[in-house]
């Protein structure tokens, strides 16, 4: 059984926090509106088209799962304008509410979800506390990649992710 790759959005694929009207290099920009969504205008989404080939490159290694507050709309929203298949998500039980220890709300989640299974975790809100957490309540190798929601992923986050799929 492959190690799942959990993969935010907000962050990872899309840098919302970047500079407001001036796109990231490569990104293009996407008006949404998903469930939930009441402002006005549709959401502001950046993302990279080649972001979803990239991530299938990981497959060899990985399983490729949303852990977003997208949940499902990410396999309509945000995967096909990326080329990504339809994908599993994490169905959390509640979002934004109460984390053990100061740590992220998805921590505590991410770790019902893969009991025992090696996971590699993209996500712009992984702090060494989440580190630190994860280490001592997940039994299998875990690698939690912070992600700047600046930016969003690079060559070397995919490099690492890579090397640390391959390395298990």
Do not use: C, S
Not at 20 to 31: A, F, L, N, Q
Not at 83 to 97: A, K, N
């Amino acid at each position: 059984m492959k190690p799942l790759l959990l993969i935010d959005v907000d962050g990872p694929l899309n840098p919302y926090a970047a500079q407001p009207e001036r796109r990231p290099e490569g990104y293009t920009t996407h008006r949404m509106r998903p469930a939930g969504w009441t402002d006005g205008k549709p959401l502001r989404v950046w993302l990279h088209p080649g972001h979803g080939a990239e991530l299938l490159k990981l497959t060899r290694w990985y399983e490729l799962v949303w852990a977003t507050t997208w949940k499902d709309e990410a396999n309509t929203w945000i995967g096909p304008r990326i080329g990504l298949p339809e994908l599993p998500f994490v169905d959390w039980p509640q979002m934004h509410g109460q984390a053990p220890r100061g740590t992220f709300w998805k921590t505590q989640y991410i770790l019902r979800y893969a009991p025992g299974r090696p996971f590699a975790w993209i996500d712009d809100d992984i702090t060494d506390l989440d580190r630190e957490y994860v280490g001592q309540h997940h039994l299998a190798e875990a690698l939690l990649l912070r992600v700047d929601e600046r930016i969003g992923l690079t060559r070397p986050d995919f490099d690492a992710l890579a090397d640390w799929g391959a390395a298990l």
